[in-house]
């Protein structure tokens, strides 16, 4: 959270797709995402965004796969269809975000851990993620929101070596609201950074001295691995280890 993503060319599927949505008359198809798009492009879409993204959450930098994470539309999918202007498909208006299609809540595990005992009964909203993309839902305010495609966006959060996040400049509005909006500071999402922190700068087993401190601050998890992938909440993890110098 919230690590810049530079995005490539478009996938030759989509833009062949695209493309090639019209009727014999010559007349634009609809090209809705959800009712058009073919799954193999889709697939295909989301291989290429988890590589541009080092496989990052592209909201809360938790580390995803194509199992626990999905397509978001940073403008929402609904505001785009009203819009009429093919943003829904548009691929620089797609990432990847954590979770994926089949994710259970806290709660759920809980429910099943407790089902024969004290059967329960699940909240309604049970299967969405209390942070992240599940949280933004619909909300989209082009000035309020600081995405991961803008230049500056890794410069306007602050993190502690206690997980929290808060804007860097106490005015910047923006970054407030989305800190707000998309509940980054949710104590779940709070723990697993101060757990990634620890374990990079704080191990138990060894003492870092300052040498390694300055090789974390200076970007040593900001490189991509063998796989294309960066460490989970590698920005974070930095920007701690950038305060201890």
Same mark, same amino acid.
């Given at each position: 959270m919230?690590?810049?993503?530079?995005?490539?060319?478009?996938?030759?599927?989509?833009?062949?797709?695209?493309?090639?949505?019209?009727?014999?008359e010559?007349?634009r198809?609809?090209c809705?995402?959800?009712?058009?798009?073919?799954?193999?492009?889709?697939?295909?879409?989301?291989?290429?965004?988890?590589?541009?993204?080092g496989?990052?959450?592209?909201? /809360?930098?938790i580390?995803?796969?194509?199992?626990?994470?999905?397509?978001?539309?940073?403008?929402?999918?609904?505001?785009?269809?009203?819009?009429?202007?093919?943003?829904?498909? $548009?691929?620089?208006?797609?990432? /990847?975000?954590?979770?994926g299609?089949?994710?259970?809540?806290?709660?759920?595990?809980?429910?099943?851990?407790?089902?024969?005992?004290?059967?329960?009964?699940?909240?309604?909203?049970?299967?969405?993620?209390?942070?992240?993309a599940?949280?933004?839902?619909?909300?989209?305010?082009?000035?309020?929101?600081?995405?991961?495609?803008q230049?500056?966006?890794?410069d306007?959060?602050?993190?502690?070596?206690?997980?929290?996040?808060?804007? /860097?400049?106490?005015?910047? /509005?923006a970054?407030?609201?989305?800190?707000e909006?998309?509940?980054?500071?949710?104590?779940?999402?709070?723990?697993?950074?101060?757990a990634?922190?620890?374990?990079?700068?704080?191990? %138990?087993?060894?003492?870092?001295?300052?040498?390694?401190?300055?090789?974390?601050? $200076?970007?040593?998890?900001?490189?991509?691995? #063998?796989?294309?992938?960066?460490?989970?909440?590698?920005?974070? %993890? #930095?920007?701690?280890?950038?305060?201890?110098?």
């Amino acid at each position: 959270m919230m690590k810049y993503i530079k995005k490539e060319q478009e996938p030759e599927k989509l833009r062949s797709w695209f493309n090639n949505q019209y009727d014999e008359e010559g007349n634009r198809l609809g090209c809705d995402y959800y009712d058009d798009v073919p799954s193999d492009v889709k697939r295909d879409v989301k291989e290429h965004l988890l590589k541009e993204q080092g496989f990052l959450c592209c909201y /809360t930098g938790i580390l995803i796969d194509t199992e626990n994470s999905h397509i978001e539309h940073l403008k929402p999918y609904s505001i785009c269809r009203n819009e009429k202007n093919y943003e829904d498909v $548009n691929y620089f208006n797609l990432v /990847t975000a954590y979770p994926g299609r089949n994710y259970k809540s806290q709660e759920d595990e809980n429910d099943e851990d407790d089902e024969l005992n004290q059967p329960s009964k699940k909240n309604k909203n049970s299967k969405k993620c209390p942070f992240g993309a599940h949280a933004k839902e619909n909300w989209y305010e082009r000035d309020n929101f600081v995405t991961p495609l803008q230049l500056d966006c890794e410069d306007r959060f602050k993190f502690d070596d206690f997980g929290k996040v808060q804007a /860097t400049n106490h005015q910047d /509005t923006a970054a407030q609201i989305t800190i707000e909006k998309l509940v980054l500071n949710h104590q779940r999402l709070i723990d697993l950074r101060k757990a990634a922190i620890d374990e990079a700068i704080f191990p %138990i087993d060894i003492e870092l001295d300052a040498s390694d401190i300055q090789k974390i601050a $200076n970007g040593l998890y900001s490189q991509k691995n #063998e796989e294309g992938k960066f460490r989970q909440f590698c920005l974070a %993890i #930095e920007q701690v280890a950038r305060q201890l110098i």
